[in-house]
Every structure is written in structure tokens, then in C-alpha cells.
């Protein structure tokens, strides 16, 4: 079946550390998206990338890195420079652009002690 | 003032009840979509609507573009409906609301 694989479920790193959260889809979507998820606060936009080779800046960029050197592939790599990094972390990818054909993965738990 | 605004936070009924979640947005839309988050954190995709109303087996969504209002209905519920449901709009981006957790008690 097809959808988006998120790993880990659950990750703990250390303060200082960077760390690269994994997400892949084998749905032949164009379009890849990564949110961040606080409590009592909605989905905000990290990173997102229509086209392999291609991202764009979403609201909270700062601190993060990601590449789409694969169109079914798009890791996000949480940097020491993001000073508030444990959060909840959500991969999704659409058929083209927002708002179309949206697939959400299981997101990765990330605690950073 | 969030562009997407959700209500009721939390929502406790009674097995059987009928559900209504409510979403408000004030931004320019092209479609409204409504997710279920489950405890482990996973999203799945209900609706996107852009007029008039959907439905999917004891879920309804409908949406009035001229309130800019969107409302989730969920018939004869059951404890397996427990979850966080979130609404988000849709133009240039997806804005999310904050979500609204339903606890169903048998």
C-alpha cells in the first residue's frame, strides 16, 4: 500500500546535537511538507518542496535544514541553532501543492534532554 | 487572533451522541479540510470541501463559504471516534486550527 513512512517514532538526543528525521513516501507525490506540532497550538509549516532540488522556507524555518535530492524522499534535519526542539514532527505530501490530495505520516516524537 | 479558529477544545459525550465540532476561518479560501489525529499521533485526511457538504459513512462535514464556517458532525458516535479532529484552510498554504479533542464514553 501506498502512504509515508516516518522513522524514528520516537527519538532523544542530546542538547547541542543535530539530529535527521527520516520521511518517505511512495505515492509519487511532487509536493513534500514537514510541520512542527506543539500543545495546544495548531500544525505550523517548517520546510516544504514542490519539485526535487527545490524547498522553500514555511513559517518556522529557523534552526532546521532539510534536501530533496529524491522525489520520495525528504529528511529534515533539526539543528543545534533551533533552540526549542522537542516537539512532535509530521511529514506530509500531496499531489500537487496545498490544499490537494493531502497524506500525512505517523510523526516522530523528538525529545532532546 | 488565529486565522483558524476551532470549537469546542475538548468535547466529552456519551456513546451514541450526536457530534458537532465547529471551525471558523477569516482568510480567502479554496478548500477546508477536516483530520482526525489519533493518540499516537498519526493524521488522516476526512474531508475537503470547498461548498455545500460531504459525507463518509456517520461523518458529515459542511461547509458556508459566506459565514466562513465549517462544521464536523459525527452520528451515533462510538468510543473508537475519540480523538483530536482539526480543521485546516487551504489558499496559498494550510493554516491549521489548534484541534478539538473528543473523548467518547461508552
Known amino acids: 500500500d501506498g502512504g509515508i513512512t516516518q522513522s524514528p517514532k520516537y527519538l532523544f538526543r542530546k542538547e547541542g546535537q543535530n539530529v535527521t528525521l527520516s520521511c518517505e513516501q511512495n505515492?509519487?507525490?511532487?509536493?513534500m511538507y514537514w510541520y512542527r506540532q506543539d500543545p495546544g497550538q495548531g500544525l505550523r509549516l517548517i520546510y516544504y518542496?514542490?519539485?526535487?532540488?527545490?524547498?522553500q522556507k514555511g513559517d518556522i524555518a529557523e534552526g532546521y535544514s532539510v534536501s530533496r535530492e529524491k522525489k520520495e524522499s525528504f529528511p529534515l534535519t533539526v539543528t543545534s541553532a533551533q533552540k526549542n526542539p522537542t516537539a512532535f514532527y509530521l511529514c506530509?505530501?500531496?499531489?500537487?501543492?496545498f490544499g490537494y490530495g493531502y497524506t500525512f505520516g505517523s510523526g516522530t516524537r523528538l525529545t532532546v534532554v | 487572533k488565529n486565522e483558524v479558529e476551532q470549537s469546542p477544545q475538548n468535547l466529552t459525550a456519551q456513546e451514541g451522541e450526536f457530534i458537532t465540532i465547529n471551525c471558523s476561518y477569516s482568510?480567502?479560501?479554496?478548500?477546508l479540510h477536516w483530520l482526525q489525529q489519533h493518540p499516537g499521533g498519526g493524521i488522516v485526511s476526512l474531508f475537503m470541501?470547498?461548498?455545500g457538504k460531504k459525507k463518509h459513512g456517520r461523518l458529515i462535514a459542511t461547509i458556508n463559504i459566506q459565514e466562513k464556517h465549517s462544521s464536523l458532525h459525527i452520528t451515533a458516535s462510538h468510543p473508537r471516534d475519540s480523538a483530536v479532529y482539526i480543521c485546516?484552510?487551504?489558499?496559498?498554504?494550510?493554516?491549521f486550527g489548534t484541534g478539538t479533542r473528543l473523548t467518547i464514553i461508552p
Open positions: 506530509a505530501s500531496s499531489t500537487r501543492g
Open positions: 505515492l509519487n507525490h511532487d509536493a
Open positions: 518542496s514542490q519539485i526535487v532540488n527545490d524547498f
Open positions: 482568510v480567502g479560501i479554496s478548500a
Open positions: 470541501l470547498s461548498s
Open positions: 485546516a484552510a487551504s489558499n496559498e498554504k494550510l493554516t
